[in-house]
C-alpha cells in the first residue's frame, strides 16, 4: 500500500474520524482511515456504554447540528441494521436564576423547540417523585432526547465505510505529514500514504500532532473524566429504565451533574460530572473521580434515598479534548498546506451526539472547500492566540 494515492486519509478512528470516513465515501472519495491503536480501542474519547442526545444547548449554533445528527443518526442505522440511538425525553434542572437555565429556555423560544418548564412541584408530580428538586429549582423538559451507543456507533460506521470501499487500518500511528503536492502521511513502523487532502479526528492528541506537523499550537487540553454508575435500591429499579418515562438528564450548578436511564447495566443508573484532570493522553493517571462528595450529595438530594450514593459500582475512566470556550475545532490548517489539512478536533466533552452531521461537514470541506451546514465562525483556529514551537 505504500505510496498509495487517496483522495483523502483520515487520522484518528473514533467516532468524528470513523464518521467522517462513512460520509467521505458516500461523495465516492477514496478513502483511508488510519487509527495509532486497535479500532475501537478504550484510550481516547469514543468508547464505553452511553452518551446523551440532547437540543438545550445555551449556544445558539449547537442546535441545527444537533437536529440534523438526530436524522442522521437513524439514516446510519437502518443502514447497518441495529440501532445505536435510543429515544428517551430530556431533562434539565437548576436554579430558578441560573443563568444557563434561562439561555436554554430562550433557545427553546428562539428555535421553537416543545418544553416545559415546571416548579419543583410540578417536577414531583412529572416524575412521579423520581427527581425531587429544591424549591427555588426549576426543571425543563424537552422531547429530544436520548442515548447513543458510543463503540456500537463507531463500529457503525466503520462497517458503513467499509462496505463503501474505504481502506481501513489500525495500529497505525502517524508520525508526520508533510505537504508536497497534496499530503504525504508517515507512520512509526516507516509506511507511507499518499493523499489529495487530509483529516485530523485525533481527539486527545490533537495538539501533540499538530504541533509536530504545523509548529503551532492550539489550546486544546486533554482532560481525564469518570463516568460513574450507581446501585438503585432493590425494589425500584423499573423506575428508571430506557422506554418509561425516565429521561436523560442535566443539572447545573457548582458541579455540572448529568445521566441516562438505566440501559446498559440492569440495576444501575449512570450519574456523573463533567469535568476531570488535565492529562497527557500517553501517560494516563487513571485516577480518581473529579468533585466525587458533591456527586454523592447531588444524588442523595435529587434521588431521594432510593440510589446508594455511598460509592459508584462501575467507574470508567475517559478522555475529554477540551478548548478554552468548549466550542469545537473545525477548520482548515492552513500554513503552507492550504486546504489539503482539515481539523476535527476539540470537541470538549459535548460533540458525540452531532458526530453525524461533524462527519458530513469536515468531508464537504474536503471536497468543496465550504460548508451550509453551519457557520464556520464559532469554530475557527482564528479565535486563538496561537503561538509558535518552532
Not at 285 to 303: A, H, Q, T, Y
Request: hydrophobic share 40%; glycine share 10%.
Amino acid at each position: 500500500m505504500e505510496d498509495s494515492q487517496f483522495d483523502v486519509i483520515i487520522i484518528g478512528a473514533g467516532v468524528m474520524g470513523s464518521s467522517t470516513a462513512y460520509q467521505a465515501t458516500k461523495r465516492g472519495l477514496k478513502t483511508l482511515l488510519l487509527e495509532q491503536f486497535d479500532f475501537l480501542h478504550h484510550r481516547g474519547s469514543s468508547h464505553g456504554e452511553s452518551r446523551t442526545i440532547r437540543t438545550t444547548y445555551l449556544q445558539p449554533h449547537y442546535y441545527p447540528l444537533v437536529i440534523q445528527s438526530f436524522k442522521l443518526w437513524k439514516e446510519a442505522q437502518a443502514q447497518v441494521g441495529y440501532d445505536v440511538y435510543f429515544k428517551a425525553q430530556h431533562f434539565d434542572m437548576g436554579q430558578f436564576n441560573d443563568p444557563t437555565i434561562r439561555a436554554v429556555v430562550e433557545n427553546c423560544h428562539k428555535h421553537n423547540i416543545p418544553h416545559q418548564l415546571l416548579n419543583h412541584q410540578q417536577v414531583a408530580e412529572k416524575f412521579a417523585g423520581k427527581f425531587n428538586l429544591p424549591e427555588n429549582w426549576v426543571g425543563l423538559s424537552t422531547e429530544h432526547g436520548g442515548i447513543l451507543k458510543p463503540t456500537k456507533a463507531v463500529a457503525m460506521f466503520q462497517t458503513l465505510a467499509y462496505k463503501n470501499g474505504a481502506v481501513l487500518k489500525d495500529n497505525t500511528k502517524v508520525t508526520d505529514i508533510i505537504n508536497d503536492n497534496g499530503v504525504v502521511v508517515l507512520t512509526s513502523s516507516g509506511e507511507k500514504f499518499r493523499g489529495k487532502k487530509c483529516v485530523v479526528t485525533v481527539g486527545a492528541w490533537a495538539n501533540k500532532l499538530i504541533k509536530r506537523i504545523s509548529g503551532f499550537e492550539i489550546p486544546i487540553q486533554p482532560v481525564e473524566t469518570h463516568v460513574c454508575y450507581w446501585r438503585i435500591k432493590q425494589g425500584h429499579e423499573g423506575k428508571f429504565v430506557i422506554g418509561g418515562d425516565f429521561p436523560t438528564f442535566a443539572s447545573f450548578g457548582k458541579a455540572y451533574v448529568y445521566g441516562t436511564p438505566t440501559l446498559e447495566f440492569p440495576g444501575l443508573i449512570k450519574v456523573a460530572v463533567h469535568g476531570g484532570r488535565l492529562c497527557d493522553p500517553d501517560k494516563r493517571p487513571w485516577g480518581s473521580v473529579v468533585m466525587m462528595n458533591e456527586l454523592k450529595e447531588w444524588i442523595d438530594g435529587r434521588f431521594g434515598g432510593i440510589v446508594d450514593s455511598s460509592e459508584p459500582v462501575v467507574k470508567q475512566s475517559c478522555m475529554y479534548s477540551m478548548t478554552p470556550d468548549e466550542d469545537f475545532v473545525i477548520d482548515f490548517l492552513g500554513g503552507e498546506f492550504g486546504k489539503n489539512v482539515v481539523l476535527g478536533v476539540g470537541f470538549s466533552g459535548h460533540g458525540f451526539k452531532m458526530a453525524p452531521v461533524i462527519g458530513k461537514i469536515l468531508s464537504e470541506l474536503v471536497v468543496d472547500g465550504e460548508t451550509n451546514e453551519v457557520d464556520l465562525k464559532h469554530f475557527r483556529i482564528g479565535r486563538f492566540q496561537m503561538t509558535s514551537k518552532i
